[in-house]
């Protein structure tokens, strides 16, 4: 069972810039893609963004495109999430997950996909 662990969260002026990390505790992180949700308070949790196992392909949410950048270094077993020129609508709980490659195909951004997810970091923008 993969266990994934966020970090990098915090509380950060409108137009700022966090990096968030997921670690993950697994042997082989490039056989799994990747994604990040988020979820505002009496909000669903959202799609942000997806990264497949050797970070050839990303996917954004639309919204969010230009802000937002996904990366992963397998050789650490972490994923990434940069986010600039932070918004007070970006305030959230941010989560990672993971999914094995195969059976993601197209829907990385199902929240229901991913069978892994670890506790969330809070991220919070103050105007």
């Known amino acids: 069972q993969v266990q994934l662990v966020e970090s990098g969260g915090g509380l950060v002026q409108a137009g700022g810039s966090l990096r968030l990390s997921c670690e993950a505790s697994?042997?082989?992180?490039?056989?799994?893609?990747m994604g990040w949700f988020r979820q505002a308070p009496g909000k669903e949790r959202e799609f942000v963004a997806a990264?497949?196992?050797?970070?050839?392909?990303?996917y954004y949410a639309d919204s969010l495109k230009g802000r937002f950048t996904i990366s992963r270094d397998n050789a650490k077993n972490t994923v990434y999430l940069q986010i600039d020129s932070l918004k007070p609508e970006d305030t959230a709980v941010y989560y990672c997950a993971s999914v094995r490659d195969y059976r993601v195909g197209t829907n990385y951004m199902n929240r229901n996909v991913y069978n892994a997810w670890g506790q969330g970091t809070q991220v919070t923008v103050s105007s």
């Open positions: 990264i497949s196992t050797f970070g050839g392909r990303l």
């Open positions: 697994v042997r082989t992180l490039s056989t799994y893609t």
